[in-house]
């Protein structure tokens, strides 16, 4: 989590920090700072808040120079508060140092510095990067100093750090278990967590390894291995554009998303998903690993591979390690819209033995790099907080995989007259903004779009919600479903519906109000508003289901006043387990 971005090269460098922090938000969203090197001297700007905020209080952009560095906080150690904002810097304010992830032994780092005479003066981990770097500069050269110090440091980290008293100009940057990218300009070097931050300046990448660290100067770039040995890594061009990273005229990025489905469900649906089927052909045993919707697009997949008879189950990602023993006969799926979930990729790590295949959005992330087969979800950029389109294309490749294409071909026509339906949507939001408690049910197939539905709700809208299969109500949920609380209903015509009819109508004799997504007569009757549902081949209810789902949590958050980017205590790339 946490945003980083940095540039070296002649334009003004606060203005294209600013910028591209904008982009990293969704990271992370406590506080934000940037440090710029004019003149041999560093000025550092930061407080808590919200980049738009911050940089025009602080007057980010009337900081001249060409070298600098910015953050974009998601706080792990320490409150949130000005001093824990990045940058840190070391008690001379020669060396300024961003950083992302959790530096496990810094309580002994701190401490031995402490005794050398370093004063610190916040609760981060972090302040302590520039500190190390000073001391170990003291017998060797800068760059000698940061490899040093990254070496010296356990847990995940990226970092970006630069120094007054460089004599060239330069940008160190080191990554380990969170993500760092560099973006190769002309004369100007970037380097920031994510793609999106630099698509404006550049289409040309190389994304760091595990443990490699780099050098940016104004002319290019060199990658050193953890040794300290120079080395090489790819380049890659993506054909993401600016647009696929801004609003475009929508008042936010997560229905400019919902609305995105219409135009990159063909894309997903021409993913490469060949050899990855030739692999799942070989198995019979195949976990699948995910974590939050992810693991709900995970669900649907090991229904369905189960269908087809296999073995197969779907894991939280964070939780695989305790209860499962892959082996050489087992594939493991991850499912990854970020290709940088740091349970992910443990989980991932632990199945050493096993062969891996990816399904992500995001062309050179950690997660393609330790598996042997990738599908790649092809639908640009996402930037809320909370996954639409993503989801969706999960789905698409999941069902191309297991169906083929042909059977999809209504798809993209499907998502278009779903979307359809955001005004009747919207009023039915109304009646949902004040409720305190909200319950989705489903059965089979469409119980995992009854999971996202839920997540999504209440991760936007602050009402505690949850989700069942129809049956489990009897079982304890009752108890809860009183005058006027809100079930949401997945009810679409297909074998599910005649037991389902039975739930809505046990939670209707409790006076519960009900929304239902259905097409069909007798739970409209039930209903207190329905979401009406088009007759198409039943295995496509999923993707009918979903559109609904989230523009009902948008439009809830949107009438309760929360910017639905940007929920509570989230982040968009969660890199720390
Ligand atoms: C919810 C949401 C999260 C992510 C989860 C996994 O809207 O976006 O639950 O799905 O953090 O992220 P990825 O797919 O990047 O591994």
Same mark, same amino acid.
């Given at each position: ?269 021409? %993913? /490469? #998903?060949?050899? =990855? ?7 019979? $045993? +195949?976990? &699948?690993?995910?974590?939050?919707? @992810? ?46 979930? %740091? /349970? #992910?990729?443990? =989980? ?7 062969? $891996? +295949?990816? &399904?992500?959005?995001?062309?050179? @992330? ?60 919207? $009023? +039915? ?149």
């Amino acid at each position: 989590m946490c945003g980083i971005i940095g540039y070296i090269g002649s334009r003004k460098a606060s203005e294209v920090l600013t910028e591209g922090l904008k982009r990293l938000e969704y990271r992370g969203y406590d506080s934000v700072g940037i440090a710029v090197l004019n003149d041999k001297k560093l000025e550092i700007r930061k407080d808590v808040g919200m980049i738009e905020d911050v940089s025009t209080t602080l007057q980010f952009t009337n900081i001249e120079g060409n070298i600098g560095i910015g953050h974009s906080r998601w706080a792990t150690h320490g409150v949130v508060c000005k001093e824990n904002a990045h940058p840190h810097f070391n008690t001379r304010k020669t060396i300024v140092a961003v950083h992302n992830g959790v530096i496990e032994n810094f309580t002994k780092l701190k401490n031995d510095l402490i005794e050398k005479g370093h004063e610190f003066t916040t609760d981060t981990d972090s302040e302590l990067i520039p500190h190390l770097v000073e001391e170990n500069a003291k017998s060797q050269s800068l760059l000698k100093a940061f490899m040093k110090s990254v070496r010296q440091l356990e847990g995940s980290y990226a970092i970006v750090a630069l120094s007054t008293e460089d004599k060239e100009e330069r940008i160190f940057l080191a990554r380990k278990n969170s993500p760092l990218v560099i973006g190769v300009g002309k004369g100007e070097m970037f380097c920031a967590s994510d793609i999106p931050a630099m698509l404006k300046y550049t289409k040309t990448f190389v994304p760091l390894q595990e443990g490699d660290l780099a050098v940016l100067t104004k002319h290019g770039y060199k990658v050193y291995s953890v040794d300290g040995s120079e080395t090489t890594r790819k380049q890659i061009t993506v054909d993401w554009n600016i647009e696929m990273a801004q609003k475009c005229g929508y008042p936010h990025f997560m229905l400019k998303e919902i609305f995105d489905q219409k135009h990159f469900i063909n894309e997903s649906l021409a %993913a /490469d #998903v060949d050899s =990855a089927k030739s692999i799942i052909d070989e198995y019979e $045993k +195949i976990d &699948i690993i995910a974590c939050g919707t @992810s693991y709900h697009a995970g669900l649907l997949l090991s229904y369905l591979l189960s269908e087809k008879g296999k073995i197969s189950q779907a894991f939280i990602a964070s939780d695989y390690p305790f209860i499962a023993k892959p082996n050489e006969k087992t594939l493991i799926i991850a499912i990854s819209q970020s290709g940088e979930t %740091a /349970d #992910v990729l443990q =989980a991932l790590r632990y199945a050493e033995k096993s062969r $891996k +295949i990816a &399904i992500t959005n995001t062309v050179g @992330s950690t997660i393609t790099r330790i598996s042997d087969s990738i599908i790649y979800l092809n639908t640009g950029p996402e930037v809320g907080v909370a996954a639409t389109k993503t989801f969706t294309a999960q789905l698409a490749v999941i069902y191309k995989l297991i169906y083929g294409k042909k059977k999809l071909a209504e798809l993209p026509k499907l998502i278009e007259l779903m979307l359809k339906l955001e005004n009747q949507i919207k $009023k +039915i939001a109304v009646k949902l903004a004040g409720k305190e408690h909200a319950f989705f049910i489903a059965r089979g197939k469409n119980v995992p779009i009854a999971y996202e539905g839920s997540l999504k709700f209440k991760e936007i809208t602050y009402i505690h919600s949850e989700a069942y299969p129809g049956g489990e109500l009897k079982h304890g949920t009752l108890s809860l479903i009183t005058d006027g609380v809100p079930l949401i209903a997945l009810a679409p015509k297909d074998d599910t519906i005649p037991k389902l009819f039975g739930n809505i109508k046990e939670a209707k004799a409790r006076g519960a109000m009900i929304v239902g997504l259905t097409n069909d007569e007798d739970v409209k009757k039930e209903s207190n508003f329905v979401i009406e549902l088009p007759e198409i081949d039943p295995i496509l209810y999923p993707f009918a289901l979903i559109i609904p789902l989230q523009l009902l949590a948008y439009h809830v958050s949107v009438l309760k006043g929360i910017n639905p980017d940007r929920p509570r205590n989230l982040a968009k790339s969660v890199t720390v387990e």
